[in-house]
């Protein structure tokens, strides 16, 4: 079974420019979560999708944002970006995202801004 | 918040000798998980414990719970190369919450 993929692995932007984020998750698996990963503030939760639908949601501002597809690939897009949101954001699946479900990660995306 | 508290922030070991970690949280769980993450990759589910276990094996992992003390321990006994890579305990709530993590580094 393939693992969860994150594409790109690695990009660069500048300030001010807006980028998506794609996620595969495990087939079968219809929760998707996004963590944003940073050396000062270790990991922290974005949101969380199920069916389509933001089932949860981290203390981000609204720059941050995501989608979930019929298939169950998310993507997350950051507009407006800052040199703060410079990060790995990782990307991770469950089979329902329950209490106790074991969390499959992606590789992450590696996010530099200029 | 829930999160985990990693302790200590790393360890040097040689290889062979065990590793040792530490997790503190702050609220009632229902369980609690272990990850592993090795640089520049994503996170490796290891164990979880439920909170009304108190000691799991999985392989050279023994983590142990104790809700009374709201800690938990996760030992690698026996340590190889490929046992270097950051430890992160989570608590659970609508969303995982991790601490900052145990950097171990095992010498050869």
């Known amino acids: 079974k393939a693992g969860v993929t994150q594409t790109p692995r690695y990009l660069i932007k500048t300030r001010g420019q807006q980028v998506t984020l794609s996620c595969s998750p495990i087939?079968?698996?219809?929760?998707v979560s996004w963590y944003q990963q940073t050396p000062g503030q270790g990991l922290q939760f974005l949101f969380e999708?199920?069916?389509?639908?933001?089932?949860n949601k981290g203390n981000f501002p609204g720059r941050f944002s995501g989608r979930q597809f019929s298939n169950s690939r998310s993507e997350m897009n950051v507009s407006t970006l800052e040199l703060g949101d410079s990060a790995l954001y990782l990307c991770?699946?469950?089979?329902?995202?329950?209490?106790?479900?074991?969390?499959?990660f992606g590789d992450g995306t590696r996010l530099s801004i200029l | 918040s829930q999160q985990g508290e990693e302790d200590p922030q790393a360890l040097s070991i040689q290889e062979g000798e065990n590793a040792t970690m530490n997790c503190s949280y702050k609220?009632?769980?229902?369980?609690l998980q272990w990850y592993r993450q090795n640089s520049g990759r994503g996170l490796v589910h290891l164990i979880l414990?439920?909170?009304?276990?108190r000691e799991k094996h999985s392989g050279r992992l023994r983590v142990t719970l104790d809700t009374s003390k709201k800690s938990s321990s996760l030992l690698i006994t026996a340590s190889r190369a490929a046992d270097t890579a950051s430890y992160f305990c989570?608590?659970?709530?609508?969303?995982?919450?991790f601490g900052a993590g145990t950097t171990v580094t095992v010498r050869a």
């Open positions: 991770a699946s469950s089979l329902a995202g329950q209490n106790g479900e074991p969390q499959h």
């Open positions: 087939s079968g698996h219809r929760s």
């Open positions: 999708y199920f069916s389509e639908t933001q089932r």
């Open positions: 609220t009632s769980i229902n369980n």
């Open positions: 414990i439920r909170s009304n276990e």
């Open positions: 989570a608590v659970n709530d609508y969303k995982l919450s």
